[in-house]
């Protein structure tokens, strides 16, 4: 491991949040940006590191919600909820309107688009038509989290991984909308995931400044754990 500085390492085993994105951060460097063989033991240590990727990495969402139900006292701390329960219940006013839009930049569930002879990159195919996953970077982190909980994620065919998403509550006439990312680069795909998640937790604690003073580390140096 190389060296930190005394006061970077007391501030990451301090901080929960800190020290969660730095392992999420440990594990995405084990990603490789290359496709291995189906079935193979590459296979199975690239499915391992991705799965711990998102383990840690939705803690640190897990972590965050916890610190704006702090602030603002939205549920009883005693009981589960969620980062779609504190959205709602954020007022639309002030700080409270901030992080509430905050939260929908990263976490909202793709939306039902017209068609559009306007391509965009995060628009997404399904059997009832076009989506759009711009503000849903997050929403597919913990939809892969859940994922794994139940079994392997990775469909590897022809040196190419695809992951499915299903896109719940939407009113149509069918079963929900499904669609599917087609990942060439793994390290590159979760490398965005983790890109984001960042930036989240960054904007979120600028609007609550008792939570600021140790995030940068993990952004200023550039360590690995061994």
Not at 26 to 55: C, M, Q, R, Y
Not at 70 to 96: A, P
Not at 184 to 204: A, H, M
């Amino acid at each position: 491991m190389d060296h930190i500085p005394e006061d970077v390492t007391r501030d990451i085993i301090c901080d929960p949040v800190d020290n969660r994105l730095t392992i999420a951060r440990h594990f995405l460097g084990k990603v490789t940006p290359s496709i291995p063989k189906e079935n193979s033991f590459e296979h199975f240590l690239l499915e391992a590191n991705i799965d711990a990727f998102l383990f840690f990495s939705s803690s640190v969402i897990d972590m965050i919600k916890i610190e704006i139900n702090d602030r603002f006292d939205l549920f009883d701390k005693e009981n589960v909820f969620y980062i779609h329960g504190i959205r709602k219940k954020l007022g639309n006013v002030g700080v409270q309107k901030q992080v509430k839009d905050t939260i929908a930049k990263y976490f909202s569930v793709p939306t039902h688009q017209q068609p559009s002879s306007e391509t965009k990159p995060r628009h997404v195919k399904t059997d009832q038509g076009h989506f759009d996953a711009t503000d849903s970077t997050l929403w597919e982190l913990q939809t892969l989290r859940n994922k794994v909980t139940h079994g392997k994620i990775l469909n590897i065919t022809d040196h190419k991984i695809t992951l499915d998403f299903t896109i719940r509550g939407f009113k149509g006439p069918k079963t929900p909308p499904k669609y599917q990312v087609t990942v060439e680069n793994p390290k590159e795909y979760f490398g965005q995931i983790f890109d984001n998640l960042t930036r989240f937790v960054r904007q979120i604690r600028l609007l609550n400044p008792q939570k600021i003073q140790s995030f940068h580390h993990t952004e200023q140096f550039d360590f690995k754990l061994e």
